[in-house]
């Protein structure tokens, strides 16, 4: 087993700027780890469920990865930009119901923020997006001015809906399965339906404003997204990733053939360094908050930004 890694990514000693932009109905929300003005500027964005701007989630992800590879960009030069989504958070005045959002709102904060760090003085910004966060950044990216470039973290290459599909099969016991392809053949057409006719404990996930939002994402192919990019890409993509496969990382790559393709070796989903096959400690390291992320993960993204500078 690996053991327990003390944080010992830059720790920063930089002071965290609070910021905030508006939003529909409130400001958004975020901090700004910045360690030189004229330097590259990214901003993080996060991924699915309610993930805060660390990367924590109420649900058992613990150990603030986002804010752990922004110290440890920070200590290369690279400032990055960790926000709040909508509706969470810090962001929780921005919208009433943070469920009731699609990929397009997020798209118009993520350039928002750009905004922002272009009043202070970015010539050009990279948008960083992890798991889901990816497929906002390639959406975010379409037709737009402004951005340095991409870096997709743990990213799919696969529609939503398929890579929820995938992950719930691995998970629930195949006499579930035919309830949840019926669901899912529902929002695949456009369409809403009751979370009554799925198990019990899916209730929550398949809300009927979340459903809305998976309505809005499905028909987002990143693949297609990412071929019409024209912009420095470097896709990261963990090997024990137990929620997006390795194959993702490479169906992005066959779409954008220049980009670069990182692979790395005993890294999670969380970014956390673990050992080959061992699905017990992998999914522990979650919420395993000593645990730091794989130094490798910063050295390899600032690495790439800074040889495009």
Same mark, same amino acid.
């Given at each position: 087993?690996?053991?327990?890694? &003390?944080? #010992?990514? *830059?720790? +920063?000693?930089?002071?965290? /700027? ?10 958004? @929300? ?26 924590d989630n109420p649900m058992g992800v613990k150990g603030k990865m986002y804010r752990q590879l922004a110290d440890g960009l920070a200590a290369q030069g690279i400032s990055t930009l960790l926000i709040d989504k909508r509706g969470m958070f810090g962001s929780a005045d921005a919208v009433p119901n943070a469920n009731a959002v699609t990929f397009g709102d997020y798209v118009t904060d993520v350039r928002g923020w750009m905004g ?35 870096? &997709?973290? #743990?990213? *799919?290459? +696969?529609?939503?809906?398929? /890579? ?10 195949? @006499? ?125 993204? *600032? ?7």
């Open positions: 087993m690996i053991s327990t890694i &003390l944080l #010992s990514l *830059a720790a +920063s000693t930089l002071d965290p /700027i609070e910021v905030t932009i508006p939003g529909p109905e409130g400001d958004l @929300a975020g901090t700004l780890v910045q360690p030189d003005e004229d330097g590259p500027a990214m901003i993080l964005i996060p991924g699915s469920g309610p993930t805060d701007r660390n990367g922002l760090l272009e009043e202070r003085g970015a010539e050009c910004v990279w948008l960083a997006g992890h798991s889901e966060g990816s497929t906002v950044a390639l959406l975010a990216a379409q037709d737009a001015t402004g951005i340095c470039g991409l870096v &997709l973290i #743990s990213g *799919a290459g +696969s529609a939503i809906l398929d /890579i929820m599909r995938g992950q719930l099969a691995r998970q629930l016991p195949p @006499a579930m399965l035919e309830s949840i392809d019926t669901a899912f053949a529902e929002l695949k057409a456009g369409r809403t339906f009751d979370p009554e006719i799925l198990p019990g404990p899916l209730h929550a996930m398949f809300g009927e404003d979340l459903q809305r939002f998976m309505i809005s994402g499905y028909t987002l192919d990143p693949v297609g997204l990412l071929s019409n990019v024209d912009l420095p890409v470097i896709i990261v993509q963990g090997e024990e990733d137990l929620q997006v496969a390795v194959s993702e990382a490479e169906k992005l790559h066959a779409a954008a053939p220049e980009s670069t393709l990182v692979l790395l070796d005993r890294v999670n989903h969380a970014l956390k360094p673990v050992e080959p096959g061992e699905m017990a400690a992998n999914v522990a390291s979650y919420g395993d908050e000593g645990l730091a992320i794989d130094p490798r993960v910063a050295e390899m993204i *600032a690495g790439y930004i800074n040889a495009e500078r």
